[in-house]
């Protein structure tokens, strides 16, 4: 939980790198953050008028921008510009392979500084 935490305090930092420890903690939290807002919501019956999940749109939203940048730092630690975040399939690779090691152009190596 501290590493999601640790990325929202990040909220809209787009320099640095991100390990992929970080990246896929903070992906998996949101998963599961979404679905159980999702059921909470069907089970109390909120937002059953409309057809969406107002408290999963709302958490969505709230979390979109860092989201995109913890991805655009993953980029970043395998040396690549975050734009390639915008490339799908690829990116999901992208997010899968190690980093490299040591400095690179965007920054210290993640872990080794903390």
Same mark, same amino acid.
């Given at each position: 939980?501290?590493?999601?935490?640790?990325?929202?305090?990040?909220?809209?930092?787009?320099?640095?790198?991100?390990?992929?420890?970080?990246?896929?903690?903070?992906?998996?939290?949101?998963?599961?953050?979404?679905?159980?807002?999702?059921?909470?919501?069907?089970?109390?019956?909120?937002?059953?008028? #409309? =057809?969406?999940?107002? /408290?999963?749109?709302? &958490?969505? *939203?709230?979390?979109?921008?860092?989201?995109?940048?913890? $991805?655009?730092?993953?980029?970043?630690?395998?040396?690549? #510009? =975050?734009?390639?975040? /915008?490339?799908?399939? &690829?990116? *999901?690779?992208?997010?899968?392979?190690?980093?490299?090691? $040591?400095?690179?152009?965007?920054?210290?190596?993640?872990?080794?500084?903390?």
């Amino acid at each position: 939980m501290e590493i999601y935490i640790a990325v929202l305090r990040k909220y809209a930092v787009f320099k640095g790198r991100a390990g992929r420890r970080e990246y896929w903690t903070f992906f998996l939290i949101n998963i599961v953050t979404g679905f159980a807002l999702g059921f909470v919501e069907g089970l109390i019956g909120f937002g059953r008028t #409309s =057809g969406s999940s107002v /408290l999963a749109n709302t &958490y969505t *939203l709230a979390i979109l921008l860092p989201g995109i940048a913890v $991805g655009v730092r993953r980029m970043h630690d395998v040396g690549k #510009s =975050g734009w390639y975040l /915008l490339v799908p399939i &690829y990116n *999901l690779v992208l997010a899968g392979t190690e980093g490299e090691a $040591g400095d690179n152009q965007y920054g210290p190596e993640p872990g080794a500084t903390e």
